[in-house]
């Protein structure tokens, strides 16, 4: 696969017990944010999105919360399962970057069994 | 991989060749991006694309250039490969509707 995890930090889980990835975002301003998934040998994979006037956002086993205080991101994950091992990225959009995506270096996730 | 398609996956190539990278979209999505993706430091953006004929440099855009002549094509020329060009190249697609960015599946170059 590819190396895009060298020096990235690295969560490790038990199946079944629930992830919490975090993701301190840049620019305080920026009012749009994206998690992403990345499988080795894969392109990454939208999860889920919420927007600055929202603290939390939740999907099918995934929520997003929102900090904007300390602006911070994080991705919680529920009974977490072998399939979730990816790297995760966040992402954030804002118009003092022309409204283009500007993302985290990544976290990985380890499901163990 | 919301209709994306990236050719070739993978390439081989020798220092100063040209190379071409193709990303073919299947649902007439406006906006077109090109990443690249290395070790240290995540997905940066190359050039993008809001239409046909109509392009813009991203903040990695020394040494490639981009074509978008027709909407369901967008290809990534560099001119004379260099090693520090060798990574892993992603295509994506944006809606006019929503900033969320949906990505193809990548091509791998390495630059000999």
């Known amino acids: 696969g590819e190396s895009v995890g060298l020096h990235l930090p690295t969560l490790s889980v038990q199946e079944g017990d629930n992830s919490i990835i975090n993701c301190a975002y840049s620019n305080s301003a920026s009012d749009y944010f994206i998690w992403y998934k990345q499988e080795s040998g894969k392109g990454p994979q939208f999860i889920i999105d919420i927007r600055s006037n929202m603290d939390k956002r939740q999907g099918q086993r995934v929520t997003v919360l929102l900090n904007k205080t300390v602006k911070h991101l994080s991705l919680q994950i529920a009974a977490t399962q072998p399939g979730d091992s990816a790297v995760y990225f966040c992402a954030e959009i804002s118009a003092e970057y022309g409204n283009k995506l500007v993302f985290g270096a990544g976290t990985i996730l380890r499901v163990k069994s | 991989d919301a209709g994306i398609t990236q050719s070739p996956r993978h390439k081989v190539t020798e220092t100063g060749t040209p190379v071409t990278l193709r990303c073919h979209q299947t649902?007439?999505?406006?906006?077109m991006y090109w990443y690249r993706q290395d070790p240290g430091h995540g997905l940066r953006l190359i050039h993008y694309s809001y239409g046909v004929k109509d392009t813009d440099k991203g903040e990695v855009s020394d040494g490639y250039s981009v074509s978008r002549s027709k909407t369901e094509d967008f290809l990534l020329t560099l001119e004379s490969a260099t090693s520090s060009q060798t990574s892993v190249y992603f295509c994506?697609?944006?809606?006019?509707?929503?900033?969320?960015?949906?990505f193809g599946p990548g091509t791998r170059l390495l630059v000999l």
């Open positions: 649902e007439n999505h406006r906006y």
């Open positions: 994506a697609i944006r809606t006019e509707l929503v900033e969320t960015q949906y």
